[in-house]
Structures are given as C-alpha cells and as structure tokens.
C-alpha cells in the first residue's frame, strides 16, 4: 500500500525529527522543512502531500499564515498546528480557519497518532468530496450545453413552424404576400435602433411575423372581397385580433408576443382597436410595429392604387405622430436613412437568401 506524505514544518529540527520518529512508528511518510515559505514551494512540486503539520512559530511568519495559504491553494491538505498552551487565543482563531486539530507541547505520542490518522481520512474525504463536485460541475455543464442546444433547436423548430403560418396566411391572402415579411424586417430594423434588447427583440419580431394571424380564422368571403367591407363585415375582421391572441397566447414561449398580436391595431391616442389602448398602456413592440405595417401597407401596390413612395409615406407617418403613432418612436423612424427601408424591402424577397437574412433577423 502507498505510504501517505507527510510534511512537518517546524524550525526547531530537534521537535521536527522527533515528530518524523513517532510518526514513521505508525508507517507514515515524512518530509521536513523548516519555515512556511518553504513548505509552500514544496507543496507545489508534490501534489501526493496528504497532511502538514506546522508549529505555531516559524521564521519571519507563523503556523496561522501558513494555515492561510494552505486553505486557499491547497484546499483538501488538512493541516495540524502545534505549539504551547499559551496561543489559546490564536487556537481558537486556527480552528476558526480551517485548522483540523492543535496538538499542545509536549505532545503524547498515541494522541499524535491518532490524530493524524484522523486528519489522513479527513483529507481523503475532502479529496473525494472535491472530485465529485468537480465530476458534477462537469456534468452539469455538460448536460446545460447540451439542454441549451436542444432548446435552440427546439426555439429554431418553433420559428420553422411560425413562418409556415405566416406563409400559409400570405397564400391565402395573395393581396399582402411577403407583408409578413417584411413588417417584421422593418420592426426589428426600428427596435434596433431603439436599442430594443436582444431577449426583447425576439419576441417583437415573433409579435410583428404573427400579427395577422387570427385572419386565418376569417371567412374568405370577407378577408378576400374586393371592395368595401360592411359594417358587419367590419367588426367581422375585426375579431382578428382577439383571435390572434387566443391562438399565439396557447404556445407557452410565445406569451409575451401574443401581447403583439392582441394590441397591434391600437393607435397611440386610444382611437384603435380592440381595447382602445392609449400611449404606453400600448405594449412597446405593438408600438413599434404600428408604424412598420403602415409603412409597408403604404409602399405596396394594390389593385385599387399604386403604392406610395417611402419619402411619401415617411411624411404621412410623420403628420400621423401624436395621433396613431407614439412620436418618440417616430422621431427615431425618422432618423433612419430612407435607404434603409427599400434596402429592407429588397431583402425581404422570397429566394432561399432572403429567407436566411430573414431568420437572422427575426
């Protein structure tokens, strides 16, 4: 069986090979030195020291420093301080710090053996215990990565599917393909320049992608008529909205986008709808959002007219500030480069690229 080191640090030689004597009669390994700088560099060079033990006075320091040390790099070495009776207070102050045991001058040599015996088990303990930790920290770490990736490819999977709704949406309304698309391009272009925060940003581009989607639950022959709704018909789309939420607000992660969807027809001075929300009672990214679906819906050709250009539509937003739109968000807007806009448009398109473009950013 390995003989387990032992490092007496004493600068009497006489207390030091007295100490080796009795503790090679209960076949311990010993090695000496004779002041705690010392016995710091040795500790550095054999990691298999199992126990110090130290007096209480050593050269240009004492026991207590080095028991410091000892617990701050080498916290599995047990240490064991010796000295007289008189440093009952620096006794208790070792025990304090982490001293396993003090052994009183002149020390009795079954005592000394029985508690070194004790301190050797003491640090095997200690040394396992420190190894299973680190093991479990391993292994927590380990199994955190690996739960991070699973919930990105979950959170990704989740995406796919969003923007297979808002595809299918799109399709069935042929009029406003890529509106989804592109609002959320423009939103999360806004929120940036805000200095939206990244969590926060995910979720408004999630809301701004969803907005519409309680269409879905409208008849075609309202959703689809080429002229003007009824007042019925009206109150009818409407609904969209309402049926929005309730779909989106069901998908655990997407609560906080729901809140988009419910409130993205709300004008920043209570005239919208379905609540009639006034300012900040509107959440922020259906603030935001406002202004990129009005800038999108007045840019983009239907039927009935030819869209309008950005400069002419920047303007109208502009005039609309107060009313529709909270004007601190359209002060930034209005700070963008116009470029940006068409830029965004342009990227927005339905090629594989785009798509990829689309997904960073949302």
């Avoid at 500030?321 to 965004?344: G, K």
């Amino acid at each position: 069986m390995e003989l387990e080191t032992i490092l007496i640090v004493a600068d009497d030689e006489a207390t030091r090979e007295d100490i080796a004597a009795s503790l090679h009669l209960s076949h311990r390994q010993t090695d000496q030195v004779l002041d705690a700088e010392a016995a710091l560099r040795y500790l550095q060079v054999r990691p298999d020291c199992k126990l110090v033990i130290a007096g209480m006075e050593l050269p240009q320091t004492n026991g207590i420093a080095l028991l410091d040390s000892i617990s701050q790099e080498y916290p599995e070495t047990p240490v064991i301080l010796f000295g007289r009776r008189k440093y009952s207070n620096a006794i208790l102050k070792a025990f304090r710090q982490g001293a396993f045991d003090f052994l009183a001058l002149p020390y009795d040599r079954n005592i000394l053996a029985v508690t070194v015996g004790a301190a050797l088990e003491h640090g095997r303990m200690r040394r396992q215990s420190l190894i299973y930790r680190r093991n479990l920290e391993e292994l927590i770490a380990e199994r955190t990565r690996k739960l991070r990736v699973a919930m990105t490819s979950l959170e990704r999977s989740y995406d796919i599917t969003l923007e297979a709704m808002g595809d299918a949406l799109d399709l069935r309304d042929a009029e406003t393909q890529g509106h989804s698309r592109r609002v959320t391009a423009y939103t999360v272009a806004l929120a940036r320049a805000m200095q939206v925060p990244s969590a926060e940003l995910k979720t408004i581009a999630r809301g701004a992608f969803l907005h519409d989607i309680g269409k879905i639950a409208i008849p075609d022959a309202i959703l689809l008529k080429p002229g003007k709704l009824t007042p019925d018909e009206m109150s009818v789309m409407r609904e969209h909205c309402q049926r929005g939420y309730d779909m989106v607000r069901k998908i655990p992660f997407l609560g906080e986008a729901a809140e988009i969807v419910y409130a993205h027809q709300e004008s920043y001075n209570g005239s919208g709808y379905p609540r009639g929300l006034r300012g900040n009672d509107i959440p922020l990214g259906a603030r935001i959002f406002a202004i990129a679906d009005t800038l999108d819906a007045m840019t983009s050709d239907r039927p009935y007219r030819k869209g309008l250009s950005f400069p002419q539509a920047m303007a109208e937003i502009q005039r609309c500030q107060d009313t529709q739109f909270d004007p601190i968000i359209v002060n930034v807007f209005l700070s963008l480069p116009i470029e940006t806009w068409s830029l965004l448009r342009e990227d927005t398109g339905n090629d594989v690229e785009a798509v990829a473009r689309f997904r960073a950013a949302a």
